[in-house]
């Protein structure tokens, strides 16, 4: 299914159009390896908002709820096989809304954009990782449903630093805590690969996570717990941008301080009327 946008495709031969083709192509062999990025970023483009991604039709699309396997769950290879294609997925969504952002924020600067463009090619190579791995325990990509859950609440950032903020230092700050428990999950069911394949991505994904950091600072003059929560797009809380626990050695090499880390622990909701 091909996806619907808000303006016309750039012009060719540019690192734009390659980020819309990327977003728009409903052809998994285009989403798995889609060439090399051009260098070329175009100047004075009007912002173009992709409504939604294109979906390979092997791909089957859930809008309900995915439950993720207990950790005892994990000792069956189709509940791994099915947990890793959901983690599949998510970098699937990452690497998609990298190229919605370099088309979406034409006004930030070239260095941005290419930086965008540099993480969705490392999201491409952890799909092509986690596919290898699902195949290994004897499954495919799309013998499991996904659920297009990112495209849901990413595009409603209305500014580059809502982005940043919400992909950046929100789901993917929350992936290097995630990354730590269920590489801990596998390893304990005694697939070693599962565990180490968790153990790369989360070190991969700390220099994401610094991207974020850097350009949130740039574009906010500051990178304060108050000033990131401010910026994340409603319904989105700290909530759902962090694990149990913490892993606060990884989010401070990406760059989040002692104070921004204690205030996301400690971090509870308010409730009405309180």
Same mark, same amino acid.
């Given at each position: 299914?091909?996806?619907?946008?808000?303006?016309?495709?750039?012009?060719? @031969?540019?690192?734009?159009?390659?980020?819309?083709?990327?977003?728009?192509?409903?052809?998994?062999?285009?989403?798995?390896?889609?060439?090399?990025?051009?260098?070329?970023?175009?100047?004075? *483009?009007?912002?173009? %908002?992709?409504?939604?991604?294109?979906?390979?039709?092997?791909? =089957?699309?859930?809008?309900?709820?995915?439950?993720?396997?207990?950790?005892? $769950?994990?000792? @069956?290879?189709?509940?791994?096989?099915?947990?890793?294609?959901?983690?599949?997925?998510?970098? /699937?969504?990452?690497?998609?809304?990298? *190229? #919605?952002?370099? /088309?979406?924020?034409?006004?930030?600067?070239?260095? +941005?954009?290419?930086?965008?463009?540099?993480? *969705?090619?490392?999201?491409? =190579?952890?799909?092509?990782?986690?596919?290898?791995?699902? $195949?290994?325990?004897?499954?495919?990509?799309?013998?499991?449903?996904? %659920?297009?859950? +990112?495209?849901? =609440?990413?595009?409603?950032?209305?500014?580059?630093?809502?982005?940043? !903020?919400?992909?950046?230092?929100?789901?993917?700050?929350?992936? /290097? @805590?995630?990354?730590?428990?269920? $590489?801990?999950?596998?390893?304990?069911?005694? @697939?070693?690969?599962?565990?180490?394949?968790?153990?790369?991505?989360?070190?991969?994904?700390?220099?994401?996570?610094?991207? $974020?950091?850097?350009?949130?600072?740039?574009?906010?003059?500051?990178?304060?717990? !108050?000033?990131?929560?401010?910026?994340?797009?409603?319904?989105?809380?700290?909530?759902?941008?962090?694990?149990?626990?913490?892993? =606060?050695? !990884?989010?401070?090499?990406?760059?989040?301080?002692?104070?921004?880390?204690?205030?996301?622990?400690? #971090?509870?909701?308010?409730?009405?009327?309180?």
């Amino acid at each position: 299914m091909s996806a619907p946008s808000t303006g016309q495709p750039p012009p060719p @031969d540019s690192l734009q159009r390659w980020a819309y083709d990327y977003v728009t192509s409903d052809s998994l062999e285009h989403k798995l390896a889609p060439g090399v990025v051009p260098q070329h970023v175009l100047d004075g *483009c009007a912002p173009l %908002r992709v409504a939604g991604p294109g979906r390979p039709a092997q791909l =089957r699309v859930s809008v309900e709820k995915i439950k993720s396997p207990s950790a005892g $769950a994990l000792r @069956d290879p189709k509940r791994r096989a099915e947990l890793l294609h959901t983690f599949l997925h998510h970098e /699937l969504q990452a690497a998609e809304l990298m *190229c #919605w952002a370099a /088309l979406a924020f034409p006004e930030t600067p070239a260095s +941005f954009k290419r930086g965008l463009l540099s993480i *969705c090619q490392d999201e491409i =190579r952890h799909i092509g990782m986690y596919a290898e791995h699902i $195949a290994h325990l004897g499954y495919a990509v799309g013998d499991f449903p996904v %659920r297009d859950f +990112f495209w849901s =609440r990413v595009p409603e950032a209305r500014t580059a630093s809502a982005f940043v !903020a919400v992909m950046g230092l929100g789901f993917e700050a929350g992936n /290097l @805590d995630h990354t730590r428990r269920f $590489a801990e999950r596998f390893r304990a069911v005694g @697939d070693e690969r599962g565990a180490r394949l968790q153990e790369r991505v989360a070190r991969e994904e700390i220099a994401h996570v610094a991207f $974020a950091a850097h350009w949130f600072r740039s574009f906010e003059g500051e990178l304060s717990f !108050a000033r990131w929560e401010r910026s994340l797009p409603a319904p989105l809380s700290p909530m759902l941008m962090r694990g149990e626990p913490l892993d =606060r050695q !990884a989010r401070t090499d990406a760059g989040m301080d002692e104070p921004f880390l204690d205030a996301l622990e400690q #971090w509870q909701p308010v409730l009405r009327g309180s």
